[in-house]
T-cell receptor, first 110, second 113 residues
Framework: EDKVVQSPLSLVVHEGDTVTLNCSYEVTNFRSLLWYKQEKKAPTFLFMLTSSGIEKKSGRLSSILDKKELFSILNITATQTGDSAVYLCAGYNAGNMLTFGGGTRLMVKP | EAQVTQNPRYLITVTGKKLTVTCSQNMNHEYMSWYRQDPGLGLRQIYYSMNVEVTDKGDVPEGYKVSRKEKRNFPLILESPSPNQTSLYFC????????????FGNGTRLTVT
């Protein structure tokens, strides 16, 4: 059974801090890893990673995948209160099943 | 606007009363999926469909049925709901395959008393 584990479970930081969220995976015939941000409603897509070592960036957010060690990190620099959310990572297998981790709840205080 | 639409947004029902949660997407996506989200358990896949008339079980299919008669619609059916099916449900779709991100609907919060 595929498994995705995220850490930490929750995190409280102050505006301006940099945070790193972790995601490790055990996915049979792994194809790709995705990051989502979930505020009060539906998860919204952030990144999809398929290759090791290639950083994806979007503004203050960036992510990288290590397929040898089976993990990914999501970095957020200069955090803002609007970054407060649950961050989810998920791994696709070759059968097109997407398995989610339990999420990291980030709270950014002013 | 490209979107996944679920209805209803909120539903309170009683044990054993059949219900259907509808899901529709206007992006011509082949792949559609249902998830439930519970505190401490994250998002778990219930059923998914790779195309019309093709459906497969996810991780937690017990107590649910789905159908995919048309490409755009993927309803979730609870024939005899029980309190342990109280949850937040999400429908999602994607072009298809493991190289495309899922697009989620806004969720249906179901309470079974």
């Amino acid at each position: 059974e595929d498994k995705v584990v995220q850490s930490p479970l929750s995190l409280v930081v102050h505006e301006g801090d940099t945070v790193t969220l972790n995601c490790s995976y055990e996915v049979t015939n792994f194809r790709s890893l995705l990051w989502y941000k979930q505020e009060k409603k539906a998860p919204t897509f952030l990144f999809m990673l398929t290759s090791s070592g290639i950083e994806k960036k979007s503004g203050r957010l960036s992510s990288i995948l290590d397929k040898k060690e089976l993990f990914s990190i999501l970095n957020i620099t200069a955090t803002q209160t609007g970054d407060s959310a649950v961050y989810l990572c998920a791994g696709y297998n070759a059968g097109n099943m997407l398995t989610f981790g339990g999420g990291t709840r980030l709270m950014v205080k002013p | 606007e490209a979107q996944v639409t679920q209805n209803p947004r909120y539903l309170i029902t009683v044990t054993g009363k059949k219900l259907t949660v509808t899901c529709s997407q206007n992006m011509n996506h082949e792949y559609m999926s249902w998830y439930r989200q519970d505190p401490g358990l994250g998002l778990r896949q219930i059923y998914y469909s790779m195309n019309v008339e093709v459906t497969d079980k996810g991780d937690v299919p017990e107590g649910y049925k789905v159908s995919r008669k048309e490409k755009r619609n993927f309803p979730l059916i609870l024939e005899s709901p029980s309190p342990n099916q109280t949850s937040l449900y999400f429908c999602a779709s994607t072009v298809g395959g493991a190289n495309s991100p899922l697009h989620f609907g806004n969720g249906t919060r179901l309470t079974v008393t």
